[in-house]
């Protein structure tokens, strides 16, 4: 038996995304619910980020996952063994979610009276970055066997976001990464950037990362 | 001194994507030029393969790149390190390229007398699966670290493209990657696709990759 809805988003026929993403922010706001949009590249580790976070903050806090797919239920599946609400949206081909499929996600998953919800938006560093969800926060995960030149290549992601997590920290040693590098070319597309290097594998910066979460939420709530 | 030049593409305003593209197809076919589409995730290695590539292939024929990139000319810069001809091409934000891109791509690198031409496609595994280049054979590479689920959650490259190229398997030990599950996988999206485990690092599987690529060319040319 399936713990998880299986939602169809659909892209909105107004087409005024900023709009949308303002009364959607607006509305989360008076709910006391902070969304966050969670963007990477195919495989960075969004799924297993989830997990940790889940694992860190899900006694403190009600959460709830959307798991943004083109097809598949695979990551709802990993979520649904987890306390948190989980639900999956699938995009019907699109590359992307805009403000009015994550306002059908938000309403699916009755999302008032949970504190955190996180958007896992599909895999992709180009067209999510153009689309602003609704989200509080914006935030992005680049794996290191990507390689350190990605914010010459994919400027827009590294602006939008607020923090950058610099996931499999643990196989550092066997890639030609540069962190500094990284630090630098990240900086100078988005110099408020907050950049924590993690390993979702090891647990390696997840309570820094945990940590700036929790105080984000605390902030929102007051 | 720059050696290669930089093209600002445009979007076709006519949108017959198909038609373009067989227009396309049928022209470089006459000009007896093989038109590769290298499709990928940022960073799984489309630029070290092609680096290989041409280090195989470069002595027995004509090869020319063009590097597709939203901003930057990285990639081109590595590649004029070689003998082959390189063209750099900024899509102006635009996640793809279609086959007018490609077409301006293919008129500015002057194309006619090359036996390969390689496109880089954006890093991007959703919208290029969409869009016919125009090119002879589509190519994907996948990379380890981004692991075996992967034609679960982006089910059109993998139907679209005639081999995968599964990169960074020098660091195979490192990640919870399943080879044999990525190949159920990617044959259930498409059965006639052939798989080559390869390492643009170490040099392995690049022989049966050039060797499919040469064996390709020649029944090309007949």
Redesign the interface.
């Known amino acids: 038996m399936e713990t998880f809805r299986v939602l169809e988003v659909k892209q909105s026929i107004f087409e005024d995304n900023d709009r949308d993403a303002e009364k959607l922010r607006e509305q989360l706001r008076e709910q006391g619910t902070f969304l966050i949009n969670l963007m990477s590249?195919?495989?960075a580790g969004k799924t297993s980020t989830l997990m940790r976070t889940i694992d860190a903050l899900g006694d403190k806090m009600k959460i709830g996952i959307m798991e943004a797919?083109?097809?598949?239920d695979?990551d709802a599946r990993t979520i649904s063994q987890t306390n948190a609400k989980v639900i999956q949206l699938h995009t019907g081909?699109m590359?992307h979610l805009d403000a009015e499929m994550t306002r059908q996600g938000i309403e699916e998953l009755k999302a008032d009276g949970l504190d955190l919800v996180v958007l896992e938006n599909?895999?992709?560093?180009?067209?999510p970055a153009?689309f602003d969800t609704g989200a509080a926060k914006n935030v992005m995960i680049l794996?290191v066997?990507?390689?350190h030149?990605?914010p010459?290549?994919?400027?827009?992601i590294f602006q939008v976001c607020d923090v950058l997590l610099v996931n499999?920290m643990?196989?550092l040693p066997?890639?030609d990464f540069d962190l500094e590098k990284l630090k630098e070319y990240a900086l100078m597309r988005n110099p408020n950037l907050k950049i924590i290097p993690i390993s979702a594998r090891t647990g390696e910066g997840m309570n820094e990362w945990t940590n700036w979460l929790q105080s984000q939420i605390d902030e929102f709530k007051k």
Chains 1, 2 share one sequence.
Do not use: A, Q, T
């Open positions: 590249s195919p495989g797919d083109i097809d598949s695979v081909g590359c599909v895999g992709n560093l180009v067209c153009e794996s066997p990507e390689g030149d990605k010459l290549k994919y400027p827009l499999k643990d196989v066997y890639f």
